[in-house]
Nanobody, 125 residues
Framework: VQLQASGGGLVQAGGSLRLSCAASGRSFTSYAMGWFRQAPEKEREFVAGISRSGASTAYSDSVKGRFTISRDNAKNTVYLQMNSMKSEDTAVYYC????WGLGVSSTPPSAYEAWGQGTQVTVSS
């Protein structure tokens, strides 16, 4: 599967952005999907995950209640709606696909078979 992330940009603190990740190739519904982010000089961290059907979601504590992950299997796309954004949300955001995965927070980045190219999100305070 190939992934193409989009939707990043500059937003003021308290504002919102929606990221999209379009998938092509192998059956999209075979993959749990995740969003990760990496800030300068920090390790890549899990942000949100969603199961293959979309029935189950998982979030890091730092974004819970502010971000929402969703997927449209008919459009082969996963989304990350980000609200009430904070300066600490500034990072490059990556979508990732985990074949036959669960989309849970305990799945390490190494388990994801495919990654998008990353999209920069900058939150100004």
């Amino acid at each position: 599967v190939q992934l193409q992330a989009s939707g990043g940009g500059l937003v003021q603190a308290g504002g919102s952005l929606r990221l999209s990740c379009a998938a092509s190739g192998r059956s999209f519904t075979s993959y749990a999907m995740g969003w990760f982010r990496q800030a300068p000089e920090k390790e890549r961290e899990f942000v949100a995950g969603i199961s293959r059907s979309g029935a189950s979601t998982a979030y890091s504590d730092s974004v819970k209640g502010r971000f929402t992950i969703s997927r449209d299997n008919a459009k082969n796309t996963v989304y990350l709606q980000m609200n009430s954004m904070k300066s600490e949300d500034t990072a490059v955001y990556y979508c990732a696909a985990d074949l036959w995965g669960l989309g849970v927070s305990s799945t390490p980045p190494s388990a994801y078979e495919a990654w998008g190219q990353g999209t920069q999100v900058t939150v100004s305070s």
